[in-house]
């Protein structure tokens, strides 16, 4: 007979470095949904996982204690993968809004719970709604029928869906613990195994702009994403992607729909978000299954894209969620800002770095994203950049655009964003874009 | 100017590994009382602390923000010095209940705010209790006029002196974050320190009867203590004492009192008692100014002692205190347990321990102290021994006395404290009670 449960062992079990059963970890978030567990004891045993940190095992139970917590999607009906892309978040990365519609023209099915702006990276949501009507809360019954009719659909994830990591997220978030692997985890791969994938791709950032800073760092985090991912029975594979410079053109909510939909359209498509994108998408075919090496998915990607298709998709999902679809064929009915300010350089050289964070901080005060929860988005201003990394420019060179709302101080910005930018006299060394790959199946 | 005061980033700094300036703790302290420092931020921050430590200058600061949480007693009259000490709590620890009353019969003035029993060990506030009328509660006037009429007095803390401590208290016994030197430190000393008292001895148990397992452990908190006290403007003089073994001869709350009052009448004197019972008396004539060196100090104490002075003080005190000094006279008015039974050895050797925690743990079962804060306690029970550390023994000596309560399962109670005794076959070697010593005048 094993001793009642007691949340200060518990405590004490992972402060002094021990691995708990699994039993415990079921119990103290079963206790904190009912209350017989404190917001303080939650938090002080949260503190002691971000130094003693958790195991695989620990980290998958953790994962399906959380997703106990509340009621998870129905059972997909036969039909093509169910399969989802999750990143850690950075500065201009649209790449969800290109890759889901990829997904669903190559057949798979793409229930895409997504998020919003946190810290200094934009949120998926929030470029959403730059598109007039869309609307990101949706009843599940609505979202699932979307996922079935037109094979992708990005929403909010709904209040029933893993509460355990809602309340949890929310403690972290103000006391000081969200930098931590195994949360991280569990509250990724909860809402994802709560959703039913059989397939989930993950790209975890590297680099000022995203959260992980260091490769180690990120390289860590990937390993037990794909570990418990696999242990939880999903087909994981995982990309380290580099976040120092911006993603693509434009970052800024209604400027990352625009760049979204050119770049289905095959217009003015940046290599790095060209690069970035094809790897997850052919990673998403890979786990979904049914493709056998890297060339048949390349194909099948790149025909998807090229043929329209997936521009289609995107089209039939913004319909879906009440968006006015005229916006893929013309992104100029989105939001546009008032001022537009060209950024000409006053120096000459290569330009050796596009600071993301800065660029993200800026965005924030620019209005396109919040400080707190209950700060409004402005969806029209942000910054298109005019020069890629590795980029010659002389002086006069127009680096960059700033599209700001009126009367805001657009001389400070552009201060700002022009000390985002490094330059040198060499010619840079290209950099690669995907820094390391892992693979569930090969770990 | 200095970035506004923000919870997380204090926890992030502690997290880090940083050192706080001392505005932010004060912040952090002051916005808890407040109510904007939630709980589940302090618990979150005491775990960071628990494994990251904080310097002598964190610690004292911390001191000061949790006695400014509260009233600071009034200054003292001219007189005696103010002196106190303190213990970290040990098995059969009495020692504050003769040490009292001889310090005050050695002119001192002893304002010796005390505490109940905590886990295994016992409280000298419970043990008061057992004589009949003793209150414990007082009045901050009267408690004043005791130590100032008599020149001690034992009782527990008025609700408005530092009450951050009890509000911190309570969250890390239920949080596991009980264990941290820096916490551990400005709890005591803000406690010591708002009785304005100018001389301060601890005694920090070592061994399993103890919190603090290792002697490097103990040592390293004794150094906290002295430093942190000493910057405080407070004179310290700490001791390490073993605590692996129970204290004296007996352990339970009437038993100790009426061993103390033998003890102070010269009767049936337990040598270890007597060793730290005398170097901590020392020690609170040095830090109380006015004596030099050792002899000086010893053959005052001695003289306190043996003279009956200290009894009488401790006849006094209980008197002030509404309970029976008749008992000083005659223990045998103490409450005495129904049941008194005997344990015989059945091996022979020499005692080379006597296992302190599991004798606490026992009597706890017994009845003699608490599981939870609301169990009342029985201070009849307990247990006698009556053979020392390193004693012969043969099949068939008295080892213990069994002192219980009506009904109780008595047979139980003799196997577990026979299991504490533990046997060699050749006599163990002498063991050092005091084992070292830290002096703030020279560290």
Redesign the interface.
């Known amino acids: 007979m094993s001793a009642p449960f007691s949340?200060?062992?518990t405590?004490?079990r992972k402060?002094e470095g021990g691995v708990h059963p699994s039993e415990e970890i079921e119990a103290m978030i079963q206790g904190f949904v009912a209350g017989s567990v404190?917001?303080?004891?939650?938090?002080?045993w949260?503190?002691?996982i971000?130094?003693r940190g958790m195991s695989t095992s620990e980290t998958a139970c953790l994962t399906r204690a959380m997703i106990g917590s509340g009621r998870v999607l129905p059972d997909w009906a036969p039909g093509g993968a169910v399969v989802d892309k999750h990143s850690t978040g950075g500065v201009g990365d649209k790449v969800s809004l290109i890759l889901a519609p990829i997904a669903a023209a190559c057949g798979l099915r793409v229930p895409m719970i997504s998020g919003r702006a946190l810290g200094h990276t934009g949120g998926t949501l929030d470029k959403l709604e730059a598109i007039p009507g869309y609307r990101v809360r949706l009843e599940p019954r609505r979202f699932l029928e979307i996922v079935e009719n037109v094979g992708c659909s990005i929403a909010g994830a709904s209040e029933d869906i893993v509460p355990a990591d809602r309340r949890i997220y929310a403690?972290r978030?103000?006391?000081?613990?969200v930098e931590s692997p195994p949360l991280i985890v569990s509250s990724i791969l909860s809402k994802k195994a709560a959703a039913r994938l059989s397939g989930l791709v993950l790209d975890v950032k590297v680099g000022s702009g995203g959260f992980m800073p260091t490769k180690a760092a990120a390289h860590h985090l990937a390993e037990l994403l794909v570990a418990a991912g696999t242990d939880l029975g999903i087909r994981v594979e995982a990309f380290l992607t580099w976040m120092n410079d911006p993603l693509g053109w434009t970052v800024g909510n209604a400027l990352e729909v625009a760049e979204s939909i050119r770049f289905l359209r095959g217009e003015d498509v940046a290599t790095d978000l060209t690069e970035v994108t094809i790897e997850l998408a052919c990673a998403m075919l890979r786990v979904g299954g049914g493709v056998d090496g890297g060339e048949q998915a390349r194909s099948r990607v790149i025909d998807a894209w090229r043929s329209g298709r997936a521009l289609e998709k995107l089209a039939e999902m913004i319909e879906a969620h009440g968006g006015d679809p005229r916006v893929t064929d013309d992104p100029g009915l989105l939001p546009s800002a008032p001022c537009i300010r060209p950024l000409l350089s006053e120096s000459e050289g290569w330009v050796a770095g596009i600071d993301a964070r800065a660029v993200g901080e800026l965005v924030i005060d620019m209005g396109g994203g919040r400080r707190r929860v209950e700060d409004p988005i402005d969806p029209r201003v942000g910054v298109v950049l005019r020069v890629p990394h590795g980029a010659r420019v002389e002086v006069g060179t127009t680096l960059a655009e700033l599209h700001t709302s009126e009367g805001s101080d657009a001389r400070g910005f552009e201060d700002r964003l022009r000390s985002a930018f490094r330059f040198d006299e060499r010619r840079p060394r290209r950099r690669q874009v995907v820094l390391d790959h892992l693979d569930g199946q090969q770990v």
Do not use: C, H, K, N
């Open positions: 949340p200060v062992r405590i004490l402060r404190a917001d303080y004891q939650m938090t002080a949260l503190m002691a971000f130094f403690l978030d103000v006391s000081g613990i």
